[in-house]
């Protein structure tokens, strides 16, 4: 059974900082692009990162650019989201994805987790 399982969203101030964890079981995560996504209210699902299943290359949207940084443990199928300098527009649920690599479609996701960034 395949399962993306999210961890470490919470409430945090503006200028603040959280890590996401995603823990993913039932498949060969080594083989596996991953990428963080996150859904704001009223607004589409944007990729925030996305991470190559070895080596760590890495690509951003720019709105995160030298902010977050994405990351991945193979031998402990999980991928992470560092996320430093938190806004109030950083306010969504973030999700992970796979996708094998060379394909585009997204075969699993992760059911998400809330990030909210306030005072």
């Known amino acids: 059974q395949v399962q993306l399982v999210e961890s470490g969203g919470g409430l945090v101030q503006p200028g603040g900082s959280l890590r996401l964890s995603c823990a993913a079981s039932?498949?060969?995560?080594?083989?596996?692009?991953m990428s963080w996504y996150r859904h704001a209210p009223g607004k589409e699902r944007d990729v925030v990162a996305t991470?190559?299943?070895?080596?760590?290359?890495?690509n951003y949207a720019d709105s995160v650019k030298g902010r977050f940084t994405i990351s991945r443990d193979n031998a402990k199928n999980t991928v992470y989201l560092q996320m430093n300098s938190l806004k109030p527009e950083d306010t969504a649920v973030y999700s992970c994805?796979?996708?094998?690599?060379?394909?585009?479609?997204?075969?699993?996701w992760g059911q998400g987790t809330q990030v909210t960034v306030s005072s």
């Open positions: 994805a796979a996708r094998r690599v060379g394909f585009r479609k997204i075969d699993y």
């Open positions: 039932g498949f060969t995560f080594s083989t596996y692009v």
């Open positions: 991470i190559a299943s070895v080596g760590g290359s890495a």
